[in-house]
């Protein structure tokens, strides 16, 4: 991207990349969800999204930032469907999933430094510090930090049953740790500032989905569940007592007839078949005489 299109390195920076965290997220539900496309079938779309906005970016002259937080966000959006694939659709264990996006993160950074950013460093260290390069290495480095960052947020969420709210607590102090020990020039290192924007990446999963309420579904969802196997326990509990009063066998069957009356009473002459609990099978008993 061109340098009149990027933003400056700052707070006002690092607040706007919070909100677009929190919004890809919900962004990327939605795309899988709502809009029934799933984990996979979207990608092609922002894929294509993508291309558009960085060809028109290159065709504009006027300044402003609209294009970089349009490609953040339509990133964040693909790497959120991504993650869901790989831990969900494939149900790869989250932890190698995360150690697989560590080394894919540290390689991209490594060969995007080798091959461009060490020779242009000397150019790009104005408001844009070293780390804004908006180039083909930056967003596939933007893509691996947003899918690390939403696994990781789903691991704190589910597999350490902290839910989405306990998610939140404990990822957001750690987003802010890093902005105090780096206000006052760690953020502008390249591996603090892909160390923060992986750290925004988790808190903003957890966030998006408790804010979107993926948390109180799940919550109502288990009461649902809780009271449906109270209701279970209750019905056993009333069947088995019903099951202790209740007459087994002939003296059941008379009792039938004693309730019906004449209606069932047999005819004169007439053989009844009687079921005979004793041999479990139908009988051919003497004709009943009245």
Not at 57 to 64: C, G, K, N
Not at 69 to 88: E, H, K, L, P, Q
Request: aromatic share 10%; net charge positive.
């Amino acid at each position: 991207m061109r340098k009149i299109h990027l933003p400056i390195l700052g707070p006002r920076y690092w607040v706007a990349l919070c909100i677009a965290s929190v919004f890809g997220a919900n962004m990327g539900d939605f795309f899988a969800h709502n809009l029934g496309l799933g984990h996979v079938a979207g990608l092609p779309f922002l894929a294509v999204a993508l291309a558009v906005v960085m060809i028109a970016e290159r065709f504009d002259r006027s300044a402003h930032e609209g294009y970089y937080w349009i490609a953040i966000i339509i990133v964040r959006t693909a790497a959120t469907n991504f993650a869901d694939f790989a831990s969900g659709d494939l149900k790869l264990p989250r932890i190698l999933v995360m150690a697989a996006l560590v080394a894919v993160l540290v390689a991209a950074l490594w060969t995007s430094w080798k091959l461009s950013w060490r020779s242009t460093a000397a150019d790009k260290s104005g408001e844009t510090g070293t780390v804004l390069r908006a180039d083909l290495g930056y967003w596939i480095c933007m893509f691996a930090a947003g899918t690390l960052g939403t696994v990781i947020g789903d691991y704190c969420s589910h597999n350490l049953h902290l839910g989405d709210g306990g998610s939140s607590l404990l990822l957001s102090p750690a987003v802010a740790a890093l902005f105090l020990v780096g206000r006052n020039g760690p953020l502008r290192l390249l591996p603090f500032y892909w160390l923060t924007v992986v750290a925004i990446r988790a808190a903003g999963t957890s966030v998006g989905d408790f804010v979107s309420g993926h948390g109180h579904a799940v919550g109502h969802s288990a009461c649902g569940l809780a009271r449906a196997s109270r209701a279970k326990a209750n019905g056993a509990r009333k069947l088995a007592g019903k099951g202790r009063c209740k007459p087994s066998g002939v003296a059941a069957l008379q009792n039938v007839f004693e309730r019906s009356g004449d209606r069932f009473a047999p005819r004169k002459g007439v053989k009844s078949r009687i079921w005979s609990p004793r041999f479990d099978s139908i009988e051919t008993e003497k004709a009943l005489v009245s």
